[in-house]
Protein backbone atom coordinates (compact mmCIF):
# COMPACT_ATOMS: atom_id res chain seq x y z
CA UNK A 1 0.00 0.00 0.00
CA UNK A 2 2.82 2.19 0.91
CA UNK A 3 4.09 1.94 -2.39
CA UNK A 4 0.87 2.94 -4.53
CA UNK A 5 0.29 5.86 -2.10
CA UNK A 6 3.73 7.07 -3.56
CA UNK A 7 2.94 6.36 -7.13
CA UNK A 8 0.11 8.66 -6.47
CA UNK A 9 1.53 11.47 -5.04
CA UNK A 10 5.05 11.41 -7.69
CA UNK A 11 2.75 10.51 -10.96
CA UNK A 12 0.83 13.33 -10.15
CA UNK A 13 3.07 15.75 -9.30
CA UNK A 14 5.36 15.01 -12.31
CA UNK A 15 2.65 14.89 -14.89
CA UNK A 16 1.26 18.12 -13.45
CA UNK A 17 5.00 19.17 -13.74
CA UNK A 18 3.74 18.95 -17.75
CA UNK A 19 0.64 21.04 -17.36
CA UNK A 20 1.60 23.46 -15.23
CA UNK A 21 -0.57 24.83 -12.12
CA UNK A 22 -0.26 28.74 -11.55
CA UNK A 23 -0.43 31.73 -13.88
CA UNK A 24 2.69 33.54 -14.97
CA UNK A 25 5.15 35.45 -12.42
CA UNK A 26 5.34 38.71 -11.22
CA UNK A 27 8.30 41.23 -13.00
CA UNK A 28 11.66 39.67 -12.57
CA UNK A 29 13.78 41.29 -9.74
CA UNK A 30 16.67 42.93 -10.57
CA UNK A 31 20.05 40.67 -10.14
CA UNK A 32 18.16 37.43 -9.48
CA UNK A 33 18.29 34.31 -11.28
CA UNK A 34 15.04 33.38 -12.46
CA UNK A 35 13.81 30.00 -13.39
CA UNK A 36 10.74 29.15 -15.23
CA UNK A 37 9.16 25.78 -14.04
CA UNK A 38 5.44 24.45 -14.34
CA UNK A 39 4.79 22.33 -11.42
CA UNK A 40 3.84 24.80 -8.49
CA UNK A 41 4.02 23.69 -4.67
CA UNK A 42 1.35 24.35 -2.60
CA UNK A 43 3.37 23.98 0.52
CA UNK A 44 7.14 23.23 1.40
CA UNK A 45 6.46 20.90 3.73
CA UNK A 46 8.20 17.79 1.94
CA UNK A 47 7.77 15.33 5.66
CA UNK A 48 4.05 15.19 4.41
CA UNK A 49 3.65 16.22 1.28
CA UNK A 50 5.69 13.95 -1.54
CA UNK A 51 4.70 15.94 -4.50
CA UNK A 52 7.87 16.18 -6.93
CA UNK A 53 7.21 19.81 -6.92
CA UNK A 54 8.49 20.44 -3.57
CA UNK A 55 11.86 17.84 -4.10
CA UNK A 56 12.25 19.80 -7.38
CA UNK A 57 13.78 23.24 -5.02
CA UNK A 58 14.63 21.71 -2.06
CA UNK A 59 16.30 18.98 -2.11
CA UNK A 60 20.21 19.61 -2.68
CA UNK A 61 19.64 23.22 -2.58
CA UNK A 62 17.72 23.72 0.68
CA UNK A 63 18.13 20.49 1.89
CA UNK A 64 20.96 18.03 1.98
CA UNK A 65 21.41 13.98 2.72
CA UNK A 66 23.94 11.97 3.38
CA UNK A 67 24.58 10.64 0.67
CA UNK A 68 23.35 11.94 -2.94
CA UNK A 69 22.76 11.07 -6.71
CA UNK A 70 25.20 12.48 -9.19
CA UNK A 71 24.36 13.36 -12.75
CA UNK A 72 24.71 10.19 -13.94
CA UNK A 73 22.87 8.35 -11.14
CA UNK A 74 25.79 7.13 -9.48
CA UNK A 75 26.17 7.42 -5.57
CA UNK A 76 28.48 10.45 -3.91
CA UNK A 77 29.22 11.11 -0.39
CA UNK A 78 27.47 14.87 1.00
CA UNK A 79 26.68 15.05 4.48
CA UNK A 80 28.70 11.92 5.30
CA UNK A 81 32.05 11.56 3.93
CA UNK A 82 32.14 7.78 3.93
CA UNK A 83 29.83 4.90 4.74
CA UNK A 84 30.32 1.56 5.42
CA UNK A 85 27.40 -1.56 5.04
CA UNK A 86 27.89 -4.67 6.91
CA UNK A 87 28.73 -8.12 5.23
CA UNK A 88 25.10 -9.16 6.33
CA UNK A 89 23.52 -5.44 4.88
CA UNK A 90 21.76 -5.22 8.24
CA UNK A 91 24.29 -2.10 9.45
CA UNK A 92 24.85 1.05 7.71
CA UNK A 93 27.45 3.47 9.39
CA UNK A 94 27.61 6.89 8.18
CA UNK A 95 30.84 9.14 9.43
CA UNK A 96 29.47 12.79 9.13
CA UNK A 97 31.73 15.47 7.46
CA UNK A 98 32.64 17.54 10.65
CA UNK A 99 32.57 20.80 8.40
CA UNK A 100 28.91 20.74 7.41
CA UNK A 101 26.84 23.83 9.27
CA UNK A 102 22.86 24.47 9.18
CA UNK A 103 21.54 28.01 7.24
CA UNK A 104 21.53 28.73 11.60
CA UNK A 105 25.11 27.91 12.11
CA UNK A 106 24.53 25.05 13.82
CA UNK A 107 26.55 22.12 13.70
CA UNK A 108 24.82 18.86 11.79
CA UNK A 109 25.74 16.32 13.84
CA UNK A 110 24.63 12.79 14.95
CA UNK A 111 22.16 14.14 16.88
CA UNK A 112 20.62 16.21 14.31
CA UNK A 113 20.81 13.65 11.46
CA UNK A 114 19.56 10.91 13.96
CA UNK A 115 16.91 13.33 15.04
CA UNK A 116 15.56 14.11 11.02
CA UNK A 117 15.55 10.62 9.85
CA UNK A 118 13.69 9.56 12.95
CA UNK A 119 11.25 12.38 11.97
CA UNK A 120 10.77 10.81 8.41
CA UNK A 121 10.00 7.40 9.47
CA UNK A 122 7.74 8.20 12.23
CA UNK A 123 3.65 8.29 11.89
CA UNK A 124 4.03 12.40 11.33
CA UNK A 125 5.28 11.99 7.58
CA UNK A 126 3.51 10.46 4.79
CA UNK A 127 3.17 6.98 4.18
CA UNK A 128 5.69 7.58 1.55
CA UNK A 129 8.53 7.82 3.41
CA UNK A 130 7.63 5.88 5.79
CA UNK A 131 7.26 2.68 3.51
CA UNK A 132 11.14 3.96 1.88
CA UNK A 133 12.34 3.46 5.78
CA UNK A 134 10.52 1.00 6.99
CA UNK A 135 13.08 -1.60 6.83
CA UNK A 136 15.66 0.65 9.56
CA UNK A 137 14.91 -0.63 12.99
CA UNK A 138 16.88 1.77 14.71
CA UNK A 139 18.73 4.77 14.56
CA UNK A 140 22.08 5.85 16.70
CA UNK A 141 24.08 8.97 17.18
CA UNK A 142 27.86 7.33 17.94
CA UNK A 143 30.21 10.26 18.12
CA UNK A 144 30.63 11.39 14.72
CA UNK A 145 28.91 8.83 13.09
CA UNK A 146 25.28 7.44 12.71
CA UNK A 147 24.42 4.13 12.92
CA UNK A 148 21.08 3.02 11.46
CA UNK A 149 19.93 -0.80 12.16
CA UNK A 150 17.66 -2.73 10.04
CA UNK A 151 15.05 -5.45 10.34
CA UNK A 152 15.69 -6.99 6.91
CA UNK A 153 17.91 -6.22 4.36
CA UNK A 154 17.38 -3.24 1.80
CA UNK A 155 19.41 -2.97 -0.87
CA UNK A 156 17.19 0.31 -2.49
CA UNK A 157 17.44 1.80 1.27
CA UNK A 158 20.82 4.21 -0.05
CA UNK A 159 19.11 5.10 -3.01
CA UNK A 160 16.01 6.18 -0.65
CA UNK A 161 18.38 8.15 1.73
CA UNK A 162 19.88 10.29 -1.21
CA UNK A 163 15.97 11.59 -1.80
CA UNK A 164 13.23 13.27 0.10
CA UNK A 165 13.61 9.88 3.12
CA UNK A 166 17.34 11.28 3.69
CA UNK A 167 16.88 14.85 4.28
CA UNK A 168 18.48 16.11 7.16
CA UNK A 169 16.06 18.72 8.83
CA UNK A 170 17.00 21.84 11.17
CA UNK A 171 14.75 20.73 13.87
CA UNK A 172 16.16 22.98 16.19
CA UNK A 173 15.72 26.59 14.40
CA UNK A 174 12.44 25.29 12.44
CA UNK A 175 9.35 27.39 12.73
CA UNK A 176 7.23 25.67 9.96
CA UNK A 177 8.39 23.44 7.66
CA UNK A 178 5.49 24.63 4.91
CA UNK A 179 6.74 27.84 4.85
CA UNK A 180 10.19 27.79 6.73
CA UNK A 181 12.10 25.06 5.56
CA UNK A 182 15.66 24.91 7.16
CA UNK A 183 18.64 22.86 6.21
CA UNK A 184 22.40 22.79 5.07
CA UNK A 185 22.11 23.35 1.39
CA UNK A 186 24.05 26.22 -0.17
CA UNK A 187 20.68 28.22 -0.10
CA UNK A 188 17.77 29.07 2.10
CA UNK A 189 14.58 29.56 1.52
CA UNK A 190 13.86 33.63 1.55
CA UNK A 191 9.83 33.68 0.38
CA UNK A 192 7.13 31.43 -0.55
CA UNK A 193 4.16 31.94 -2.22
CA UNK A 194 1.94 28.81 -2.90
CA UNK A 195 1.42 28.21 -6.63
CA UNK A 196 3.39 31.13 -7.72
CA UNK A 197 7.07 31.78 -6.97
CA UNK A 198 9.56 30.74 -4.34
CA UNK A 199 12.65 32.32 -3.82
CA UNK A 200 15.74 31.29 -2.48
CA UNK A 201 19.09 33.00 -1.01
CA UNK A 202 22.88 32.18 -0.72
CA UNK A 203 23.13 30.88 2.40
CA UNK A 204 25.88 32.97 4.64
CA UNK A 205 27.10 29.49 6.54
CA UNK A 206 27.25 27.47 2.75
CA UNK A 207 29.55 24.99 4.07
CA UNK A 208 30.19 22.64 0.73
CA UNK A 209 31.04 24.71 -1.87
CA UNK A 210 29.89 28.41 -1.80
CA UNK A 211 27.01 29.09 -4.23
CA UNK A 212 27.89 31.70 -7.11
CA UNK A 213 24.71 32.84 -7.38
CA UNK A 214 23.34 35.16 -4.74
CA UNK A 215 19.70 35.36 -5.42
CA UNK A 216 17.50 32.42 -7.26
CA UNK A 217 13.55 32.43 -7.92
CA UNK A 218 11.32 30.00 -9.35
CA UNK A 219 8.45 31.54 -11.32
CA UNK A 220 5.50 29.48 -12.26
CA UNK A 221 3.51 28.91 -15.76
CA UNK A 222 0.37 26.93 -16.74
CA UNK A 223 0.63 28.15 -20.12
CA UNK A 224 3.86 26.37 -22.30
CA UNK A 225 3.91 29.13 -24.75
CA UNK A 226 3.75 32.23 -22.14
CA UNK A 227 6.57 30.14 -20.39
CA UNK A 228 8.39 30.38 -23.72
CA UNK A 229 7.89 33.51 -24.76
CA UNK A 230 9.04 34.69 -21.41
CA UNK A 231 12.39 33.30 -21.88
CA UNK A 232 12.38 34.89 -25.60
CA UNK A 233 11.79 38.20 -23.85
CA UNK A 234 14.37 37.94 -21.16
CA UNK A 235 12.09 37.31 -18.65
CA UNK A 236 13.56 34.13 -17.71
CA UNK A 237 17.07 32.90 -17.02
CA UNK A 238 16.04 29.22 -17.44
CA UNK A 239 13.35 26.88 -18.35
CA UNK A 240 13.72 23.78 -16.01
CA UNK A 241 12.02 21.65 -18.62
CA UNK A 242 10.78 22.57 -22.53
CA UNK A 243 7.45 21.72 -22.45
CA UNK A 244 6.99 21.42 -26.37
CA UNK A 245 10.18 20.18 -27.77
CA UNK A 246 8.65 21.59 -30.74
CA UNK A 247 9.91 25.21 -30.10
CA UNK A 248 13.56 24.53 -29.64
CA UNK A 249 14.07 25.62 -32.98
CA UNK A 250 13.38 29.28 -31.52
CA UNK A 251 16.18 28.83 -29.37
CA UNK A 252 18.92 27.81 -32.13
CA UNK A 253 20.94 31.02 -31.73
CA UNK A 254 24.04 29.94 -28.94
CA UNK A 255 24.85 34.02 -28.63
CA UNK A 256 21.45 34.27 -26.86
CA UNK A 257 20.66 30.68 -25.69
CA UNK A 258 22.15 27.17 -24.45
CA UNK A 259 20.32 23.69 -24.93
CA UNK A 260 21.07 20.72 -22.54
CA UNK A 261 19.57 17.96 -23.62
CA UNK A 262 19.67 14.83 -21.05
CA UNK A 263 17.58 11.91 -19.94
CA UNK A 264 15.01 11.80 -17.15
CA UNK A 265 13.40 9.18 -14.88
CA UNK A 266 10.19 9.52 -17.10
CA UNK A 267 9.41 6.81 -18.68
CA UNK A 268 5.71 7.33 -20.97
CA UNK A 269 4.01 3.79 -20.66
CA UNK A 270 0.67 2.76 -22.36
CA UNK A 271 -0.73 1.03 -19.19
CA UNK A 272 -2.29 -2.07 -20.30
CA UNK A 273 -4.53 -3.34 -17.79
CA UNK A 274 -3.62 -7.25 -17.62
CA UNK A 275 -7.17 -8.12 -15.79
CA UNK A 276 -9.06 -7.50 -18.57
CA UNK A 277 -10.17 -10.52 -20.68
CA UNK A 278 -8.79 -9.41 -23.82
CA UNK A 279 -5.31 -7.91 -22.08
CA UNK A 280 -4.88 -10.84 -19.99
CA UNK A 281 -3.31 -12.79 -23.07
CA UNK A 282 -0.28 -12.62 -23.98
CA UNK A 283 -0.80 -12.39 -27.33
CA UNK A 284 -3.02 -9.44 -27.47
CA UNK A 285 -0.60 -7.56 -25.95
CA UNK A 286 2.42 -8.69 -28.32
CA UNK A 287 0.03 -7.64 -31.39
CA UNK A 288 -0.18 -4.39 -29.45
CA UNK A 289 3.19 -3.50 -28.94
CA UNK A 290 3.89 -4.51 -32.34
CA UNK A 291 1.35 -2.53 -33.82
CA UNK A 292 2.82 0.76 -32.48
CA UNK A 293 5.44 2.72 -33.97
CA UNK A 294 7.34 4.25 -31.15
CA UNK A 295 9.64 5.65 -33.09
CA UNK A 296 7.20 7.59 -35.08
CA UNK A 297 5.10 8.23 -32.24
CA UNK A 298 8.15 9.99 -30.68
CA UNK A 299 8.50 11.74 -33.53
CA UNK A 300 5.18 13.10 -33.44
CA UNK A 301 5.02 13.24 -29.55
CA UNK A 302 7.92 15.07 -28.79
CA UNK A 303 9.59 15.95 -32.03
CA UNK A 304 11.69 13.55 -31.59
CA UNK A 305 12.70 14.10 -27.97
CA UNK A 306 13.69 11.48 -26.39
CA UNK A 307 14.93 8.02 -25.63
CA UNK A 308 13.58 4.56 -26.69
CA UNK A 309 13.93 2.06 -23.85
CA UNK A 310 11.52 -0.67 -23.88
CA UNK A 311 11.49 -1.16 -19.82
CA UNK A 312 10.52 0.22 -17.07
CA UNK A 313 13.77 1.32 -16.78
CA UNK A 314 16.07 4.62 -17.46
CA UNK A 315 19.67 4.40 -18.79
CA UNK A 316 20.55 5.90 -15.51
CA UNK A 317 19.84 3.07 -13.52
CA UNK A 318 22.46 0.34 -12.98
CA UNK A 319 20.13 -1.98 -13.96
CA UNK A 320 19.33 -0.91 -17.28
CA UNK A 321 19.64 -2.54 -20.80
CA UNK A 322 18.07 -1.36 -23.85
CA UNK A 323 15.54 -3.50 -24.78
CA UNK A 324 13.89 -1.19 -27.59
CA UNK A 325 13.68 -3.66 -29.89
CA UNK A 326 12.08 -6.57 -28.05
CA UNK A 327 9.40 -5.46 -29.69
CA UNK A 328 9.81 -4.17 -33.55
CA UNK A 329 7.42 -2.66 -35.13
CA UNK A 330 5.32 -5.47 -37.71
CA UNK A 331 1.85 -5.04 -38.25
CA UNK A 332 1.53 -8.51 -40.09
CA UNK A 333 2.36 -10.16 -37.35
CA UNK A 334 0.30 -8.35 -34.91
CA UNK A 335 -2.55 -9.23 -37.07
CA UNK A 336 -1.72 -12.85 -37.07
CA UNK A 337 -1.02 -12.79 -33.25
CA UNK A 338 -4.44 -10.75 -32.75
CA UNK A 339 -6.36 -14.09 -35.20
CA UNK A 340 -4.79 -16.43 -33.04
CA UNK A 341 -6.06 -14.95 -29.75
CA UNK A 342 -9.70 -15.05 -31.51
CA UNK A 343 -9.27 -11.39 -32.07
CA UNK A 344 -9.31 -11.97 -36.09
CA UNK A 345 -12.74 -10.26 -36.67
CA UNK A 346 -11.99 -7.17 -34.57
CA UNK A 347 -11.53 -5.91 -31.16
CA UNK A 348 -12.70 -2.86 -29.21
CA UNK A 349 -10.83 -1.37 -26.28
CA UNK A 350 -10.84 2.03 -24.17
CA UNK A 351 -8.04 3.94 -24.23
CA UNK A 352 -8.35 6.10 -20.84
CA UNK A 353 -5.75 8.93 -20.75
CA UNK A 354 -5.37 12.11 -18.84
CA UNK A 355 -5.43 15.64 -19.71
CA UNK A 356 -1.83 15.94 -20.54
CA UNK A 357 -0.68 17.12 -23.82
CA UNK A 358 1.83 13.98 -24.23
CA UNK A 359 -0.68 12.20 -23.53
CA UNK A 360 -3.78 13.04 -26.04
CA UNK A 361 -1.01 13.58 -28.57
CA UNK A 362 0.05 10.06 -28.11
CA UNK A 363 -3.11 9.03 -28.20
CA UNK A 364 -4.34 10.39 -31.69
CA UNK A 365 -0.83 7.85 -32.64
CA UNK A 366 -2.08 4.95 -31.00
CA UNK A 367 -5.67 4.94 -32.21
CA UNK A 368 -4.03 5.11 -35.57
CA UNK A 369 -1.68 2.40 -35.38
CA UNK A 370 -3.94 -0.02 -33.55
CA UNK A 371 -6.78 0.61 -36.37
CA UNK A 372 -4.89 -0.85 -38.62
CA UNK A 373 -4.40 -4.07 -37.40
CA UNK A 374 -8.14 -4.35 -36.36
CA UNK A 375 -8.28 -3.06 -32.79
CA UNK A 376 -10.92 0.19 -32.21
CA UNK A 377 -10.32 2.49 -29.77
CA UNK A 378 -12.27 4.23 -28.04
CA UNK A 379 -11.11 7.40 -26.34
CA UNK A 380 -12.01 9.08 -23.28
CA UNK A 381 -9.78 11.84 -21.79
CA UNK A 382 -10.01 12.26 -17.90
CA UNK A 383 -9.51 15.68 -16.06
CA UNK A 384 -5.60 15.33 -14.17
CA UNK A 385 -5.14 14.69 -11.51
CA UNK A 386 -8.87 14.08 -9.85
CA UNK A 387 -10.57 12.00 -12.32
CA UNK A 388 -7.65 9.83 -13.57
CA UNK A 389 -6.35 8.93 -10.46
CA UNK A 390 -10.08 8.12 -9.36
CA UNK A 391 -11.04 6.05 -12.44
CA UNK A 392 -7.61 4.59 -13.78
CA UNK A 393 -5.40 4.65 -10.83
CA UNK A 394 -7.61 3.64 -7.98
CA UNK A 395 -10.56 1.86 -9.88
CA UNK A 396 -8.97 0.26 -12.87
CA UNK A 397 -11.82 0.84 -14.98
CA UNK A 398 -9.85 1.36 -18.29
CA UNK A 399 -8.43 -1.37 -20.79
CA UNK A 400 -5.26 0.90 -21.73
CA UNK A 401 -3.83 4.46 -20.69
CA UNK A 402 -1.09 6.81 -21.09
CA UNK A 403 1.20 8.26 -18.66
CA UNK A 404 4.59 9.13 -17.43
CA UNK A 405 5.73 7.86 -14.36
CA UNK A 406 8.71 10.06 -12.84
CA UNK A 407 9.52 8.01 -9.53
CA UNK A 408 13.11 6.77 -9.41
CA UNK A 409 13.57 2.84 -9.74
CA UNK A 410 10.00 2.30 -10.73
CA UNK A 411 10.34 -0.77 -11.76
CA UNK A 412 9.39 -1.67 -8.05
CA UNK A 413 5.86 -1.29 -8.61
CA UNK A 414 5.54 -3.82 -11.33
CA UNK A 415 5.57 -6.42 -8.55
CA UNK A 416 2.69 -5.61 -6.52
CA UNK A 417 -0.93 -7.09 -8.74
CA UNK A 418 -2.98 -4.40 -6.79
CA UNK A 419 -1.17 -1.76 -8.79
CA UNK A 420 -3.24 -0.39 -11.12
CA UNK A 421 -1.90 -1.95 -14.26
CA UNK A 422 -3.13 -5.36 -12.49
CA UNK A 423 0.09 -7.36 -13.25
CA UNK A 424 0.73 -10.58 -11.87
CA UNK A 425 3.34 -12.57 -12.13
CA UNK A 426 5.03 -13.94 -9.32
CA UNK A 427 8.40 -14.97 -11.03
CA UNK A 428 8.80 -11.45 -11.12
CA UNK A 429 7.35 -10.04 -7.96
CA UNK A 430 10.28 -12.87 -6.71
CA UNK A 431 12.87 -11.74 -8.76
CA UNK A 432 12.27 -7.54 -7.36
CA UNK A 433 11.91 -9.26 -3.79
CA UNK A 434 15.27 -10.80 -4.17
CA UNK A 435 16.88 -7.90 -5.23
CA UNK A 436 15.87 -5.70 -2.91
CA UNK A 437 16.52 -8.24 0.03
CA UNK A 438 18.92 -10.72 -1.19
CA UNK A 439 23.08 -10.41 -1.41
CA UNK A 440 23.64 -6.96 -2.72
CA UNK A 441 26.62 -8.18 -5.28
CA UNK A 442 23.28 -9.77 -6.65
CA UNK A 443 21.29 -7.31 -6.75
CA UNK A 444 21.94 -5.02 -10.13
CA UNK A 445 21.84 -8.45 -12.00
CA UNK A 446 18.28 -9.60 -10.33
CA UNK A 447 16.28 -6.02 -10.97
CA UNK A 448 18.36 -6.48 -14.89
CA UNK A 449 16.94 -10.00 -15.00
CA UNK A 450 12.91 -8.35 -13.83
CA UNK A 451 13.31 -5.77 -16.82
CA UNK A 452 13.94 -8.21 -19.34
CA UNK A 453 11.36 -10.53 -17.63
CA UNK A 454 8.85 -7.41 -17.77
CA UNK A 455 9.23 -6.48 -21.73
CA UNK A 456 9.39 -9.95 -22.81
CA UNK A 457 5.84 -10.48 -21.04
CA UNK A 458 4.33 -7.39 -22.84
CA UNK A 459 3.03 -6.15 -19.82
CA UNK A 460 2.65 -3.03 -21.11
CA UNK A 461 3.96 -0.64 -23.99
CA UNK A 462 7.06 1.58 -22.48
CA UNK A 463 6.57 4.14 -25.45
CA UNK A 464 9.55 6.06 -24.57
CA UNK A 465 12.02 7.93 -21.68
CA UNK A 466 10.75 11.45 -21.46
CA UNK A 467 13.96 13.97 -22.52
CA UNK A 468 15.45 16.71 -20.55
CA UNK A 469 15.93 19.59 -21.87
CA UNK A 470 16.98 22.69 -20.52
CA UNK A 471 16.92 26.19 -22.15
CA UNK A 472 19.01 28.70 -20.36
CA UNK A 473 20.15 32.26 -21.16
CA UNK A 474 23.37 31.93 -22.71
CA UNK A 475 25.57 32.96 -20.12
CA UNK A 476 24.32 30.44 -17.50
CA UNK A 477 26.20 27.52 -16.79
CA UNK A 478 26.85 24.40 -14.09
CA UNK A 479 23.88 22.86 -14.23
CA UNK A 480 23.17 19.26 -14.20
CA UNK A 481 22.01 17.33 -17.99
CA UNK A 482 20.19 14.51 -16.23
CA UNK A 483 17.50 14.21 -14.06
CA UNK A 484 18.64 11.11 -12.28
CA UNK A 485 16.80 12.58 -8.95
CA UNK A 486 13.79 15.13 -8.18
CA UNK A 487 16.39 17.73 -7.69
CA UNK A 488 16.88 20.32 -10.20
CA UNK A 489 19.86 20.65 -8.91
CA UNK A 490 21.59 24.63 -8.61
CA UNK A 491 24.50 23.68 -6.68
CA UNK A 492 26.94 24.73 -9.20
CA UNK A 493 25.13 27.19 -11.36
CA UNK A 494 26.88 30.29 -12.34
CA UNK A 495 25.92 33.21 -14.68
CA UNK A 496 27.28 35.73 -16.54
CA UNK A 497 25.86 38.77 -17.63
Partial sequence: MGRLLRAVAVIGAAALALTGLAGCSPERPQSTLVIGATAAPATLDLVSNTAAAIPQVLLYNVYETLVRVDDSGTLRPLLARQWTVSPDGLTYTFTLDDRARFASGARVDAAAVAASLNLLRSKKSGPVLQTQLSAIRSIDAEGERVVLRLAHRDNLLIYNLAGSAGVVIDLAHTRDLAVHPAGSGPYRVAGFSPGQEVDLQASPTAWHERPQVRSIRFSYYSDPTSQTAAL????????????????????????????????????????????????????????????????????????????????????????????????????????????????????????????????????????????????????????????????????????????????????????????????????????????????????????????VMLADDAASDFLYLMPKITVTRAGVTGLQHNAASLSFDLTSVRESR
Avoid at 323 to 349: E, F, I, M, N, V
Avoid at 380 to 403: G, K, N, Q
Avoid at 422 to 445: C, E, H, K, M, W
Fill in 232 to 451: LSGDLDVVTDLPTPQALSRFSDPSRFTVWRGTTNGEVVLGLNNSTRALSDRRVRQAILMAIDRRGLMDVVSNGQGTLIGSMVPPTDPWYTDLSTRWPYDPARARALLKQAGYGHGLTLRLRVPSLPYATASTRVITSMLARIGITVVTDELEFPARWLDVVYTRADYDMTVIAHVEPRDIVNWASPTYYWRYRNPAFSALVSQAISGPADQSTARMRQAS
